[in-house]
DNA sequence: GATGAATGAGGCTTCATTCAT
DNA sequence: AATGAATGAAGCCTCATTCAT
């Protein structure tokens, strides 16, 4: 008890949620770096307090353990999923939708990094029911975002090679996936800038299949 | 029992250096398993020892370490990646062939367990340079092997779009790496076979825009 | 059975302890060569196999377990020990025999090497009850042989400065067994015979306040 | 309750820094037993922790490893040796900073506990340069030491036998550490006292050698 | 006599997690 | 809210010793 106290109500009336957020956010991004950098299990919780600054036991004042620290950055990975596909729905084209899908691992931070994260992510997923569940319903998300993008899109359904919206989309993440899952080995000797182009690339070259080449003009509103 | 076995008789025609391979094998068939089910990190020397059933002691006769037995399956991955394009060589299509590759991670033991191996080898080799360096020289063999087929194949001449074999040949492998690794994650809800009905579509979706229909009937040779 | 059978008898003739001894002796060279470099338990059983160039279980059909070889070789070292005062006994003065005595430390292999290997002894000695009995034969053994020495040397007698035979053997002792000490630190940028060198000039130095100067020139018969 | 108590009673007058140091001189203390009881490698991080009655983990808390730790006590005891040689200088006469020299090693603990882990500390040191390098560094201050205390001694300089300093300290130096080196064996029907007489007696010994009897009653100021 | 594959206990070290402050 | 000392289980690896050949 000291002065303050009859200064200050006991229960201050601002933002109680705010530094919660902070800290777990602070934690999060901590933890994303270690988690892509080393690994999931071979990521110490002290690798991440001392990433975040912060000393051991605060983490788990936010996150029960070291699990609940991996699903929910699994979840925020899926609402950064859903942040993409509202980026890409304001597209003026299906193909410049596309090309905000196809670069999204590379910007984050490096290009590496993300990948290297979102394969250690299946990896557990592969394991870790809780984890499975959440990246399921990422790729249920993205399958349903661009199945949606294409069925709204005119150039699309003029070229479809009598492919269902769903078939298409689905053959369109797995070259997502498959890039991005080949890009944890970039040669050391590529620029960021570099990779980052040859992946396009290989998404072009499908476009370029997948769509009339006429329909790049047009808008898909 | 040849010739050489009349003139000296006393010494038994012993098979030394086979029991070496033999425990390395059954070393390294235990690893496998006890890697796609739980992961490098995960898996402990001692559950490997115990699904080989031998003591942990002796694999360290036949490896020097932890690193050493993900080493040596990624070299073994290596050689399967080698022999499949021998066998995919000999397909009488072009068409056969990439069924073969496309495949393979769906047969040696359960649809998932090399997917979840292989996707975990990606992981590591992420992290660690020496895994990187075998990885590597698979994804090189796998894009070297399958461009060559395309250029000995009529059928792929004749509908390249303007693609360089490289490009289709990169294509095919983003498809057949994403195809995987979204595998890992089959619905438990979904048979084997149907899993792998799935996958195969959305590579013959994508042959299907690649080549011709009509040349479909073609041999390759 | 080979046709030599016919020709040599079963059981050879000829001297049956003869390999035995060689055996042990290979192995008791091997294993204190090794013991010096490394330390009791630092040598791992194979290391000594290694460096005799045997296998493994050979050791353990002369020897009950690695307790049994570094008792014998302390053994060994007590006979070695009466060795040299058998040499020492027959040199032509006191003076002379104490140069043999002090000099042994330093020429059966390197200085080091044998220092290092009786420190290890004296080491285990304090915790090995087994090894500490032998040990404190050889100290015995070293005391009593340089009292008879000193006794029967007339310089000695002329110049005690009022000493019991025991109490110079026992100076010289320390001195000598100090000398071997901190011989095992020998400094790296001091040659072999500079060491050797510096020890003795130790003894020397005391051997000057122990004895008249004048009676270097007497033989001590 | 000291006075600061009325002024400051909120914060309690904190030892942050003393728990560090109680831990850590904790853990050597243990250390140090089991390593003169065991010897360095026979000891076990287990053994020192039990001793400590602490847990095995926190070892690592102050010390990287097992290493650190006899590197540790090795520094510790340079300190001693420094502290001796503070205590020895205070002496009225060379004589009797010279018993304080030759008794240190008795007196800490018991008469073998010290005396071993010396011991162990230069077998370590021939294979071990860090250690090494501190047991050397103690060598060195002790030569100095000693030698720094006969120059400023009349009774020294009056009866040298045309010896230096140094080669005077070497020889105090080779009989003290030889009679260290005898004292691990310290028969066991002797009492600590006996073994500390008969091991003073040695250097009385040489000191009456090295010193002129009729200096012993002044002072060596 | 000789080999070296095999065992399994035990040592060093790390790390997720808890808890007193 | 925050710290970091403390725990102890568990992992990797080594090694003395045995035994079938």
Redesign the pocket.
Known sequence: MNERSFIVPLSMPTKRSE??LD?RAQILDAAMICFAECGFHQ????DISAKAG?????I??YFK??EEVIAALAAEHKKDIAQLFERAGEAPTLLAAMEVLFTSHCCKNSPQILSAFVVDLFAEASRNPRVAKVVRGVMRAKAEGVAALIARSPEAKRSAHGLAPQEIAEMIFAVNDGTMLRSVLGPANMSANQQRERQLNVARNLWGLLFDRTSHANGHR
């Open positions: 530094p919660q800290r990521t110490s919780m002290h912060i000393s051991v036991g605060l788990y004042r353990n070291k």
